[in-house]
């Protein structure tokens, strides 16, 4: 059973609601420590299987959260990309996380996008971020692609507090400009 929420598909990936049976998918996800070396690093199944929960959640209390990313090709679930504002998070963010085989491939930036302009579309949001570590120069590259621009260092709220993180981002204003222009070219 899925959470309520839409399905958005792009050339090469279907997002949609976190449903039971990505378990697996965020096991793997924090299990590789390159995969979840800025995400909270290692975590036992029970923990992930929490976190999962909460974004599961996110959508039935916040109509909103991170989509599971599937490749349309094969179905399998390779990721979770999207919309995410968790209490005392520092703004609006559109976040990402890829298993380590998924990663080189645009999917990040893929599925990103899609889920910037159904932010900024129906949830009505006027201004997204990016959290990312300092020393996660992949995301950053990301973040540059999507058109964000550093805006300085952020603060995460606890259990966080101490993890440092840049914040990148843009306005919608900025986004629908881009994405006007890049149609146009």
């Known amino acids: 059973m899925n959470a309520p929420g839409p399905t958005l598909e ?4 279907i997002l949609r609601p976190t449903a039971r ?13 390159e995969s979840s070396r800025h995400i909270g690093g290692l975590q036992p199944r029970s ?9 599961a959640g996110s959508w039935v209390l916040q109509g909103f959260g991170m989509f599971s990313v599937l490749e349309r090709s094969t179905g399998r679930w390779v990721g979770r990309v999207g919309p995410w504002q968790p209490e005392g998070w520092p703004g609006t963010e559109v976040g990402w996380a890829l298993l380590r085989e998924a990663w080189g491939k645009g999917y990040a930036t893929e ?9 900024f579309d129906h949830l009505g949001w006027t ?3 990016h959290s990312i570590a300092p020393d ?12 964000s ?4 260092l952020g603060k995460l ?7 440092s993180v840049e914040l990148w981002g843009q306005d919608r204003d900025a986004w629908r400009a881009r994405r006007r222009a890049s149609s146009n070219g």
């Open 10 to 13: 792009t050339a090469r990936l």
């Open 21 to 33: 049976e990505d378990f697996e998918g965020f096991v793997a996800l924090m299990a590789d420590p």
């Open 136 to 147: 996660n120069a992949a995301s950053q590259e990301v973040a540059r692609r999507l058109g």
């Open 47 to 55: 923990v992930v299987w929490r976190a999962m929960c909460s974004m």
């Open 157 to 163: 709220p606890a259990p966080f507090e101490s993890t």
């Open 149 to 152: 621009t550093l805006r300085g």
């Open 127 to 129: 201004d997204i971020i």
């Open 111 to 119: 599925a990103a996008t899609a889920t910037m302009d159904w932010a």
